[in-house]
């Protein structure tokens, strides 16, 4: 299946890169709605669950596949593609391609991690839903959403040293990566290795494809490096409109032509996540 011009595919982080830090995304709607129109997909690839990520996905009219717990599984919509992917699994609604450790080996392994290194580390198992609620800002519902888990297990180091936990975990077999909220444990896969899966997947689909990728944190960096045409939000210089700045360049560069292609086609070489970002921003200017 071939396209006169490219599938043009976002894949997106949420919390500080679609959401704001109150879990709203009222400022970007307009932005959101005309990707959409354009037939822009919207992958979300983030640490949340399935069912907050599903959440979203109803609450902005998002129908595309998405990558939950950081990498641990990509969900994609039966009749999406005009092919049945290889699976893990599948539900009445979904494939599903597990990439991840399963969630109840994960909380083995760090129990040990705990017990070796004497380190204070509070995961999300650890919490009932009333204190996630309290700790993240989130209303209980998505709380108890967010507790739901099949491969990541959100984590804060309270005590102990650092690198002796990285080594326990390393023996373990898994990781330990810096969100914009938490460390995350996981293993098996990482936000590129799904977003990479998936373009495959595009591409099988749809022929030319070109993707973008938009995240804010260490574990977002797998994903940006995946993709063709990376973009950065930098929350902790950008300012308050270092989402906003960052989600016009994407609409910029999707509806932006040159001659004879788009310009996300010459575009796509570029794959320099900071400086691809620091010149963008600069191009924008503050309120663009």
Known sequence: MSNKNPKLVVFADL??????????????????????????????CSSKTQGEIEHYRQKMDVQDPFIVENGGAIIIPKNYFPF?????????????????????????KLARIKLETGAGIVGFGDLTAEEVA???????????????????????????????????????GLVFVKGGRYFHLMGGSDK????????????KAFGRTVTFGVGDSP?????????????????SSGGKNARLVVWRNVLRLVTQEAP?????????????????????????????
């Open 219 to 235: 574990v977002d960096m797998p994903m940006l490096k995946a993709v063709d045409v990376p973009l950065l939000v930098r929350n």
């Open 15 to 44: 919390d500080e890169t679609l959401l704001d830090d109150a879990y709203s995304y009222e400022d970007l709607k307009p932005i959101l709605s005309k990707l959409l129109s354009m037939d822009v997909s919207i992958v979300f």
């Open 84 to 108: 049945s992917p290889a699976c893990s699994k599948q539900t009445k609604k979904h494939y599903i391609i597990e990439l991840g450790v399963p969630y109840a080996l994960i909380r083995e």
């Open 192 to 203: 590129g290795k799904a977003t990479a899966t998936l373009k495959d997947l595009y591409v």
């Open 134 to 172: 309290a700790e993240t800002g989130l209303p209980l519902n998505m709380a108890k959403r967010a507790k739901k888990r099949d491969y990541d297990e959100p984590c804060h180091l309270h005590w102990g040293n650092e690198k002796e936990v990285l080594a326990a975990v390393e023996k373990e």
């Open 260 to 288: 004879g292609e788009p310009a996300v086609s010459v575009l796509a070489g570029q794959r320099s996540t900071l400086s691809y970002q620091t010149r963008t921003s600069s191009e924008a200017g503050p309120e663009s």
